[in-house]
């Protein structure tokens, strides 16, 4: 018996092996791969929040036609104001790209944004696919990309985004008035230039604090910050006819806009 036991305490632990190509935890490269040019947004859990406004980003599979064309931007203004206007869920400002939408929000929880979102870029799709004469498919490349805005300093970064993203992408140059791709020309914020004092159809005055007046503690914004910070090529005096300043409502230059518009500060709707 005893010596069982000291056969047992003499035997030899199992030592590890040295692969020389290991592979699995966590290192550099590691994780699926994208399956296009760029990485594809997480399946995370998103954050609760409570009565805040968000970032949201809507981007396009390759092949479709661009969105800055008039048609494609009179559907979607349409569709902003169809679904835009809901419970919970209210759509503040926006900008149209070539392949993607930037949208700041807002939404009472996440449950609220969920929904609105979901109805949002259905009608957004199925639109679309008529507008194109397509029989059907996929229109947005993956999952909406969001981001909550939770102090002052977010939501002007935020909105700098959104309304110079234009000038970012080279699709807009002119330095003394918004892109008529955006909700600019109904912004009041400007510190350089004066816009609207009324709402289109399309937008929901925003409700929140953080949106109506808590981001001017940042600051201002003013029509050529990210223009000068970016090096972006200065613009020749002359401005194509097509980018003049967009009249009747938030439907572009040469588009008239539908239903009335309403006071900046008056009700918005649900």
Known sequence: MKVAVSNLSKRARQKLLDFPNPRGGRRKGA????????????????????????????????????????????????????????????????????????????????????????????????????LWNRPGGRVFADRFHSRVLRSPTEVLRALRYVFHNARNHGFWLWEDRPDPYSSGEYFEGWDDYRGTDWLPACLAAARTWLLRAGWRRAGLLTSWLLMLESNAPRPSRHVPRFHRRPRGGCLGPTVKARGGARPRHGPSGT
């Not at 979607?76 to 070539?98: A, D, H, N, V």
């Open 31 to 130: 994780g699926r791969k994208p399956k296009g040019k760029r990485a594809m947004v997480p399946h995370d859990l998103r954050e609760e929040f409570v009565d805040l406004p968000l970032l949201l980003t809507f981007r396009l599979i390759d092949g479709l036609p661009s969105l800055r064309n008039k048609r494609e931007h009179a559907t979607l203004i349409e569709t902003f104001e169809r679904c835009g206007k809901r419970e919970g869920f209210r759509i503040t400002q926006y900008s149209i790209l070539g392949n993607h939408v930037h949208l700041i929000v807002e939404a009472l929880r996440k449950k609220d944004l969920t929904r609105g979102v979901t109805g949002l870029a259905t009608s957004m799709a199925r639109r679309l696919n008529k």
